[in-house]
């Protein structure tokens, strides 16, 4: 996975926090405008920083700061950052994480799923996107686990490249493939190499790194659902279970 955005930010304001300390006493006891407070937080941030917004929340005074799909908070004054999860202790949920959700929800329908590997299971009717890269250790455990173990499922396969340059032949070679399914198979499940690809054989991979970087797609496996919500990472067949069951809701 590529070094996080919200880690360079983080690193950038250790290193203004002493060259800050004299405009923390300076801070104004009046919370400002969303707008003004903006102003105030993201040349903190540090250079070149782009701040989308900066909205108030129910939490105790807290302030978002959004950043794409990477949320900090900050205090009225925009002298403090903190970077974490909110949890509800009453309810058990995770605020930051329905917000983030809230944020990458993208619409399914949207989705160019004439360029994915399709798989049906069973009787396919609980359907998912999956964004894998064929160099992907957890994308192979995944689908030697929960994607073998799950039933009554349509997966839709869209071949992300984005760990190494040679993820691009790999999949290019699974795309030409007389039997996409078979070739991404074998290669995730057996480590049998795919077929070079014949020169005059176009895919969609750029298409699908355009894609996946337009919808935020940072990591691999990213499943996403058919409601727009999203799980990152190889979850188990328990925890895709339960999604399957909370969509039905």
Not at 57 to 67: A, F, K, Q, V
Not at 75 to 102: A, C, S, W
Not at 226 to 240: E, W
Request: glycine letters at 8%; a positive charge; hydrophobic letters at 35%.
């Amino acid at each position: 996975m590529r070094k996080s955005k919200l880690a360079l930010v983080l690193m950038s304001v250790l290193l203004a926090s002493c060259g800050n300390a004299q405009d923390a006493q300076k801070a104004p006891s009046e919370a400002p405008s969303e707008e003004a407070l903006r102003k105030i937080v993201e040349p903190r941030l540090g250079e070149g920083v782009k701040v989308d917004s900066i909205k108030a929340t129910p939490y105790s005074g807290l302030y978002e700061i959004r950043m794409g799909s990477d949320i900090l908070y900050t205090d009225k004054t925009g002298t403090y950052v903190f970077n974490g999860h909110i949890f509800n202790l009453t309810t058990g949920k995770d605020l930051t994480r329905e917000r983030i959700d809230e944020m990458t929800r993208v619409k399914f329908s949207d989705l160019p799923l004439d360029k994915a590997l399709k798989t049906v299971k069973g009787d396919g009717s609980r359907v998912i996107a999956v964004f894998e890269d064929p160099n992907c250790g957890y994308c192979k455990q995944f689908r030697k686990t929960t994607l073998t173990e799950i039933d009554n499922v349509t997966v839709y396969t869209f071949l992300y490249n984005i760990l190494r340059e040679d993820s691009f032949t790999k999949s290019a070679g699974v795309w030409c493939a007389p039997d996409r399914n078979k070739a991404w198979d074998d290669w995730m499940l057996n480590g049998k190499q795919p077929p070079a690809a014949p020169a005059s054989c176009a895919t969609p991979n750029q298409e699908i790194v355009a894609l996946g970087r337009k919808i935020g797609v940072t990591g691999t496996p990213t499943i996403i659902f058919t409601d727009g919500s999203r799980l990152p990472g190889a979850v188990d067949t328990k925890t895709l279970e339960a999604k399957f069951a909370q969509l039905k809701k």
